[in-house]
C-alpha cells in the first residue's frame, strides 16, 4: 500500500482507529491507576581510610578505601540495616519489604555510595533514606574498629542529605499513556487494514465498469459543487431522444435512494420544463416522505379507484416540481402497479407533463422494477457508492435480467463523509461502517 492508499484508508476507517486509541489509552489510564504511588529520597556517603600524611599514604588508602565501597554496598542493603531501622522506626511493614526498597549504588572508581530508598510518601522517604544512612555509618564504624577505644579504620560521612521529593517517582504514568496511544494506533491501523480487506463494498465507479454489463450515465457527489452539474450532464444525455418521457428510476443497492430522483427531476423543472415526479416506491422510503404531500392521498388511491392524476398531484414548491405521493398503500398496492390502470396513470401524466419520473423500490426489495420497467419508456439503475457489495448489484442486475433493453445505465450516487457530530449521535453507525 501506498501513501495515497493509506490515506484513504484512514479517511474511511478512521472511527475503528480512534476507537481503538480510546480504548488502549483508556485501559493504559486504569492500570496505571491501580498501581502504588512511590516516592524516592536519595543521600549519598564518601567512604576514606585512616592514612598517614604522605602522599603515598593517602594514595594506599584510598585504593583501599574503593576496595572496601564493594563491600559497603552490600552492607548498605543487609538484613542488619533494614533491622535496624526497621526497629528504630517502628515500621509496620516486614524487614524483607523494607530491604527491597531499598538501594544503594557506587560509581565506578568512586568511594561514594548513593543510598536510595524508596516510600509510599514524600516524607517518608526522607525520612526513611536518613535512617538507612545513620545504621549504615554506625554498622561501618563498629565493623572498622580493631581495637577498643581506637579510631575506626574506616568511615562513611554523608555528602548529600536526603531531600524531601516533590514529585513521585512511579508510577510514570506519562508513559503508560504514550504506550497505550501507540499501542491503540498500531491496534487500530490493523483492524482497520483487516476491516478494509473484509470489505467487498463498491467505492469507485472504476470498480463498478469492471463488471457493470451497461454503461454509467452519471457520477453524482451529494453535497458537493459538481453534483448539479452531472445532474445537467445527466439530463442532456436523457433529452437526446424526444420520445423518452417516462423514466423509471430504481436503486440496484439494497435501499432506496430517492435523492437522485429528486435531483434530476429539478434539474428538468431549471429547463422550465413540466416534471411529475410519481413515487411508487412500496417500501415507503421514497420521495413522499420528504415532500409536502406526504399525508395526502396519492398513487394508492388512484390505483384502486378511477380518479384523475391531476386530483392527486402536489406542487412541491421548495424544490419547484410536481410530485404524486404514494399515498395510502395496502396489500394491493404492488400488484396494482403491474396492472392496465397503472398504464393509463401514466398515460394521463404524459398529456399534463413533459417528463415522468417513476421511482420505485430496490430491485432486490420487491418485483415492483421489473413490472413498472414495461410500462416506462426507459429505466436507469442507481447504486450508492460505500455501501454496496459487488456481489450485491451483481445479484440485482440478475433480477432485473442482464439482457432487459429497458434498462439503459446506471447512475452512481455517494454522501460526503459523515460528521464527527453525527458519529457521536449515532455511534452504533461506528460498527456498519
Not at 478512521?14 to 481503538?20: F, L, R, S, T, Y
Not at 554496598?73 to 540495616?81: E, G, H, K, P, R
Not at 426507459?378 to 447504486?383: C, D, F, K, L, S
Request: glycine share 8%.
Amino acid at each position: 500500500m501506498g501513501l495515497i492508499d493509506y490515506w484513504r484508508l484512514l479517511r474511511r476507517r478512521w472511527p475503528i482507529i480512534v476507537a481503538a486509541v480510546v480504548i488502549c489509552t483508556g485501559a493504559a489510564y486504569g492500570y496505571a491507576s491501580t498501581l502504588p504511588t512511590e516516592y524516592t529520597a536519595s543521600s549519598s556517603v564518601y567512604v576514606s581510610m585512616a592514612t598517614g600524611t604522605s602522599v603515598n599514604d593517602s594514595y594506599q588508602g584510598g585504593l583501599a578505601a574503593q576496595q572496601r565501597v564493594r563491600s559497603y554496598v552490600d552492607l548498605a542493603n543487609s538484613v542488619t540495616v533494614a533491622t535496624f531501622v526497621h526497629d528504630q522506626l517502628g515500621l509496620k511493614s516486614s524487614v524483607n519489604d523494607l530491604r527491597g526498597r531499598i538501594v544503594a549504588v557506587s560509581p565506578p572508581a568512586t568511594t561514594i555510595i548513593i543510598i536510595t530508598v524508596k516510600d509510599s510518601t514524600a516524607a517518608g522517604a526522607r525520612v526513611l533514606a536518613d535512617e538507612v544512612v545513620s545504621q549504615f555509618r554506625a554498622l561501618v564504624s563498629k565493623l572498622e574498629v580493631t581495637q577498643t577505644d581506637a579510631a575506626p579504620a574506616a568511615r562513611a560521612e554523608v555528602i548529600d542529605k536526603a531531600q524531601t521529593p516533590t514529585q513521585p517517582s512511579a508510577p510514570q504514568k506519562k508513559r503508560f499513556y504514550i504506550l497505550g496511544l501507540l499501542a491503540g494506533l498500531a491496534l487500530g491501523l490493523g483492524a482497520a487494514i483487516v476491516r478494509d480487506k473484509l470489505d467487498k463494498r463498491v467505492r469507485t465507479s472504476t470498480e463498478l465498469e469492471a463488471f457493470l454489463p451497461m454503461p454509467i450515465l452519471g457520477i453524482v457527489d451529494d453535497g458537493r459543487p459538481g453534483a448539479a452539474g452531472e445532474l445537467r450532464r445527466l439530463r442532456t444525455r436523457l433529452t437526446e431522444d424526444p420520445e423518452l418521457v417516462s423514466l423509471l428510476m430504481t436503486s440496484l443497492s439494497p435501499h432506496s435512494e430517492p435523492d437522485v430522483a429528486i435531483g434530476l427531476a429539478r434539474t428538468f423543472a431549471d429547463t422550465g420544463a413540466r416534471v411529475v415526479l410519481v413515487d411508487a416506491d412500496t417500501t415507503g422510503q421514497g420521495s413522499t416522505r420528504r415532500s409536502p404531500a406526504a399525508t395526502s392521498a396519492g398513487l394508492a388511491e388512484l390505483l384502486r379507484n378511477s380518479a384523475t392524476p391531476s386530483s392527486a398531484v402536489m406542487a412541491w414548491p421548495e424544490v419547484g416540481i410536481n410530485v404524486l405521493p404514494l399515498g395510502g398503500m395496502d396489500f394491493r398496492t404492488p400488484d396494482l402497479l403491474d396492472s392496465e390502470r397503472f398504464s393509463d396513470i401514466i398515460s394521463k401524466l404524459r398529456s399534463e407533463f413533459d417528463h415522468i419520473l417513476v421511482e420505485c423500490a430496490p430491485v432486490t426489495a420487491a418485483a415492483d422494477a421489473i413490472a413498472l420497467a414495461r410500462r416506462c419508456d426507459a429505466t436507469i439503475g442507481i447504486i450508492e457508492l460505500g455501501q454496496t457489495t459487488s456481489n450485491q448489484v451483481r445479484g440485482a442486475v440478475a433480477t432485473f435480467g442482464v439482457d432487459n433493453k429497458r434498462m439503459i445505465g446506471t447512475v452512481v450516487f455517494s454522501r460526503p463523509h459523515r460528521s464527527v457530530g453525527d458519529m457521536v449521535r449515532h455511534p452504533l453507525d461506528l460498527v456498519k461502517r
